[in-house]
C-alpha cells in the first residue's frame, strides 16, 4: 500500500480535517513538532493513487490560501512541483 504524507502549518487545519473526514478510512490528521519547536500537522493518506485527484485540489486549495506543504511518500521527501508553491 502507497502511504502519502502532506506536512503543512496549523493554517491547514479545516482543510485537512475536511479532507479526513470525506475520506476517512483512508486519511487522517495528526499533529507533530516542527524543527522550530512549532506545532505541524500532517495528512496521513493510505493508497493515495486512488484518491490522486481530490489530493491534487487539495493541494491547489493550500496553494490558493499561500499555505506550504511538504509531501513524502513511504517514509521519502517528494516534489510535489509548483502546486507546494505559494506565489
Not at 22 to 33: G, K, L
Not at 50 to 75: D, E, F, H, M, P
Amino acid at each position: 500500500m502507497s502511504e502519502l504524507i502532506l506536512e503543512a502549518s496549523l493554517d491547514a487545519k479545516d482543510l485537512f480535517d475536511a479532507f479526513a473526514a470525506e475520506h476517512r478510512d483512508q486519511a487522517e490528521v495528526e499533529t507533530s513538532s516542527g524543527q522550530d519547536g512549532g506545532t505541524l500537522l500532517n495528512l496521513v493518506i493510505e493508497n493515495a493513487p486512488l484518491l490522486s485527484a481530490s489530493i491534487s485540489l487539495l493541494i491547489g486549495a493550500l496553494r490558493g490560501r499561500g499555505i506550504k506543504v511538504k509531501a513524502s511518500k513511504n517514509g521519502v521527501e517528494i516534489d510535489i512541483g509548483a502546486a507546494a508553491k505559494p506565489e
